[in-house]
């Protein structure tokens, strides 16, 4: 594939994909974490987030010491940018190299201009959850792979975004998970929630509860794994209300998961479709009517 050409609705085939995106998902952690440390808390860890960007992802401008610097994850050059407001623009190349590798290079550069930062080593939500500083398993990076990914981020960033405008009450960005790899947008009723049980590995119970302490409709894109190899939308919401997944919703392939509890739509239909960004606006509006109807939000004060 020509990676100076766009094509908004790539094709993702996940097996072809795999072991970049297992990689990438590392290096983003590494990225994410840095954010974590640095940035000053916000609610349900909107401060650890990454975001979708005119080059990839980019962790966006972080405060330290009386300086901003961001670190972006360049898919046109294939490179890591280091960029910081009082020293010369640093970058790392993204090719085939392991996570430990990465992550140590990463530091150093860091450590270069005078930014020390610590993080917790290990990834957080998949197992095995080898340390950064040890993972010489993980060392695939195709451009295409990465270039594809983040053309199909920019397309579905548009349709989030759009999505959100709709809606008056409190909303959070469009931003791009780096536990899960997924990028999200959650409308909340603002009514408080049960706490929530957990149960994500490598994640602190409290970082749960208190992402999910507030009456929520959530949604998302994730690219999939290798227990799960099928790039999907998903909604779902917390808590969910009796007859949730029994709701109407659009397009006619989306489908409801009992056991996840969440709606799905796999990326290849909204790709395949005449118009998806429509059909994709239909499945973020359905699913967060499905919510909202079986929980009884105030929908005359939250939207438009």
Known sequence: MNTTASNPWPVLNFPEMQDTLETLHQWLQIAGKIRLKTMPWQNHSWHTTLYVSPNGFSTHGIPYEGRIFQLEFDFRQHLLLIQCSNAPTLSLELKPRTVADFYNELFEKLSGIGINIKIHGSPNE?????????????????????????????????????????????????????GAFDLAVTRFSGKSA????????????????????????????????????????????????????????????????????????????????????KVLHDFLQTTYEAAVNTADWERDILER
């Open 126 to 178: 998949m197992e095995p959850a080898i340390p950064f500083a040890e993972n010489t398993v993980n060392k695939s990076y195709n451009p295409e792979v990465a270039y594809d990914l983040w053309q199909a981020m920019l397309s579905v960033n548009s349709v989030f975004n759009q999505f959100r405008t709709e809606f008056v009450g409190k909303a959070s960005p469009v931003h791009l998970f780096w």
């Open 194 to 277: 049960p706490l929530h049980p957990g149960g994500m590995p490598n994640m602190p119970l409290e970082v749960m509860q208190e992402a999910y302490s507030q009456e929520v409709s959530s949604a998302g894109f994730w690219p999939g794994s290798k227990d799960s190899p099928m790039p999907v939308f998903y909604a779902y919401a917390y808590p969910t209300g009796a007859g949730f997944g029994e709701q109407k919703v659009l397009p006619a392939e989306a489908f409801y998961h009992p056991e996840m509890g969440e709606f799905f739509l796999k990326y290849e239909d909204v790709r395949s479709a005449v118009d998806p960004e």
